[in-house]
């Protein structure tokens, strides 16, 4: 493999003094030198020839014994020197102190087509950050990151991508619902790759020690390296850099919020500042709509992190890394218009964004209470919010709301429950949905179009990567293999996967790894 090494974060940013992956608190430092753990015995489980693309490596490359011997962490590319970041942050609401990368090595950053991706192994051994850890990941975590990774991209939301999957041949310790009943399980590593991995808590980590030296050496080449276009200076340039960030975070929350993904950990650790979304860990899909529903089993009693509270912890977050950058800035009120104006914006997007999958043009006034109405009545009863949708497609202009309530029957987990007052609402909402659709000039047909668009008919539920796990664990990767495939078109029928298109079964409701997860990984 021919590739272009370009460390330029390593080379323009302050470095730890000692080498060594030991645990410890780092000063003045925004990253540490580490080596990754050598696996016994590596082996390719799965790779995306389309991010292998992206850094310059052919098909045929990353079959090779160097490709694996690479993204496995068993040998380290030649002029490169590995390192893992340096960061604090806020989880589940309060303050942590450091963090940093605790399994998490960057092996390069590699410069193709005139663009720049670093390279990181998640999984590769333990870093100066790895407090009580052991820096390793398990299988079932990581076939979870390497397939939602390229999922969500081709669901077109902004994210890490995910270039391959390892087995290491080592076997890991986790107790998996953290109840004393450790087991082992197989070791991997997953390569991962974006523009970069800074996130909200690199700035919050400076400002906490009150390094303000470093706290603008990161910014102004955060600034210079991913922000290229703001052309501000002095004071200026920080505000502007922090309505970008706010804007792109907007973004990706709405994106969120459309196709129904709930992160789990929306720690200021895990919040990229390029607006990606970042470590994937007990993530989820709302199957049966609700507002309240969380993946996490740690965030199963307060729920800080469920699915309709994601915006407001979005602006939780940037109310901290608006307090990082403060002493860049010494002027509290121009953080406080972008924080007010990502929330009038977020609102506005929001509607906008279900007016799309609702199919509407027009913006009209009375949309908001459409909008509002079906959130209510969507939790009447079980439904589930991507075959809802996805069916919408269907209704016609002319329909009745009783043949309405047939279309979308599929969705509905326990349809004998939709009678009475249910059907009522039902039926009277849907009353409304088609006047409302009359007053469109689109058709029927360019209406389903648009809406197949945005609403998808395969995202990754958790029983589906659940099944791809077990089967795994058992040698055989046609799973993996067949959803990587199914999940690079989402939003097409797919007639021959027709199989993946189906609510949630009765098994998986309440199944540790179907249906919530721990942290464990």
Same mark, same amino acid.
């Given at each position: 493999m021919q590739l272009k090494i370009n460390n330029i974060f390593s080379s323009k940013l302050p470095a730890d003094s000692l080498e060594t992956n030991e645990t410890r608190q780092v000063l003045n430092a925004c990253f540490s030198y580490v080596t990754p753990r050598i696996p016994s015995n590596p082996k390719l489980i799965h790779v995306s020839? #389309?991010?292998?693309?992206? *850094?310059?490596?052919?098909?045929? %490359?990353?079959?090779s014994e160097v490709f694996l011997e690479v993204v496995s962490g068993k040998k380290v590319l030649q002029n490169t020197k590995p390192?893992?970041?340096?960061?604090?942050?806020?989880?589940?609401?309060?303050?942590?102190?450091?963090?940093?990368?605790?399994?998490?090595? +960057?092996?390069?950053? *590699?410069?193709?087509?005139?663009?720049?991706?670093?390279?990181?192994?998640?999984?590769?051994?333990?870093t100066p950050y790895s407090r009580r850890a052991d820096g390793l990941a398990v299988l079932r975590s990581s076939i979870r990151e390497h397939l939602c990774s390229e999922a969500m991209f081709h669901l077109g939301i902004p994210t890490t991508r995910s270039l391959s999957l390892i087995l290491t041949g080592d076997d890991v310790l986790r107790d998996v619902m953290y109840d004393g009943n450790p087991d082992y399980e197989k070791g991997a590593v997953v390569c991962r790759v974006a523009p970069s991995f800074i996130r909200f808590g690199n700035f919050e980590l400076f400002t906490s020690q009150n390094d303000l030296k470093?706290?603008?050496?990161?910014?102004?080449?955060?600034?210079?390296?991913?922000?290229?276009?703001?052309?501000? #200076?002095?004071?200026?340039?920080? $505000?502007?850099?922090?309505?970008?960030?706010?804007?792109? @975070?907007?973004?990706? *929350?709405?994106?969120?919020?459309?196709?129904?993904?709930?992160?789990?950990?929306?720690?200021?650790?895990?919040?990229?500042i390029l607006g990606l979304t970042i470590d994937y860990g007990p993530y989820g899909w709302v199957e049966n709509y609700t507002l309240d529903w969380t993946p996490n089993t740690t965030d199963k009693e307060h729920r800080r992190y469920r699915f309709g509270n994601q915006p407001e912890i979005a602006l939780w977050n940037l109310l901290q890394l608006a307090n990082a950058l403060y002493p860049l800035i010494e002027e509290a009120a121009p953080l406080e218009n972008i924080l007010e104006e990502y929330q009038k914006l977020y609102h506005e997007n929001y509607i906008d964004m279900m007016r799309g999958k609702l199919g509407l043009e027009l913006k009209l006034k009375e949309d908001y209470k459409l909008i509002s109405d079906l959130e209510s009545i969507l939790?009447?009863? %079980?439904?589930?919010?991507?075959?809802?949708?996805?069916?919408?497609?269907? +209704?016609?202009?002319?329909?009745?709301?009783?043949?309405? *309530? @047939?279309?979308?029957?599929?969705?509905?987990?326990?349809?004998?429950?939709?009678?009475?007052?249910?059907?009522?609402?039902? #039926?009277?909402?849907?009353k409304i949905y088609l006047h409302r659709l009359n007053e469109e000039d689109e058709d029927? %047909?360019?209406?389903? $179009?648009?809406? =197949?668009?945005?609403?998808?008919?395969?995202?990754?539920? =958790?029983?589906?990567?659940?099944?791809?796990?077990?089967?795994? =664990?058992?040698?055989?990767?046609?799973?993996?293999? #067949?959803?990587?495939?199914?999940?690079?078109n989402p939003y097409d029928d797919q007639i021959q996967h027709e199989k993946w298109y189906v609510k949630r079964p009765d098994w998986a409701k309440d199944k540790i790894g179907s249906s919530m997860l721990s942290c464990s990984s």
């Open positions: 020839d #389309e991010v292998a693309s992206l *850094i310059g490596i052919t098909k045929e %490359e990353t079959q390192y893992a970041m340096n960061y604090a942050g806020h989880q589940f609401g309060n303050w942590a102190g450091q963090l940093g990368d605790g399994r998490a090595i +960057i092996l390069t950053e *590699i410069e193709y087509n005139n663009k720049i991706l670093v390279l990181q192994l998640k999984g590769a051994g333990s470093t706290l603008q050496q990161l910014t102004d080449y955060t600034i210079a390296n991913l922000f290229p276009k703001i052309m501000d #200076e002095g004071k200026d340039k920080y $505000i502007t850099f922090f309505k970008q960030v706010a804007d792109k @975070t907007r973004e990706m *929350i709405v994106h969120w919020q459309r196709v129904g993904f709930v992160h789990g950990v929306m720690n200021t650790d895990n919040m990229s939790q009447l009863s %079980e439904t589930d919010m991507t075959i809802f949708f996805r069916e919408l497609n269907y +209704i016609k202009k002319i329909f009745s709301p009783g043949c309405c *309530i @047939t279309i979308i029957e599929e969705a509905f987990y326990k349809p004998e429950q939709i009678k009475k007052d249910i059907l009522k609402a039902w #039926e009277r909402w849907f029927d %047909e360019n209406r389903k $179009i648009s809406m =197949n668009k945005v609403n998808p008919k395969y995202v990754l539920r =958790n029983y589906m990567a659940h099944l791809a796990i077990e089967a795994a =664990n058992k040698n055989d990767y046609s799973i993996i293999n #067949e959803l990587h495939e199914v999940l690079k």
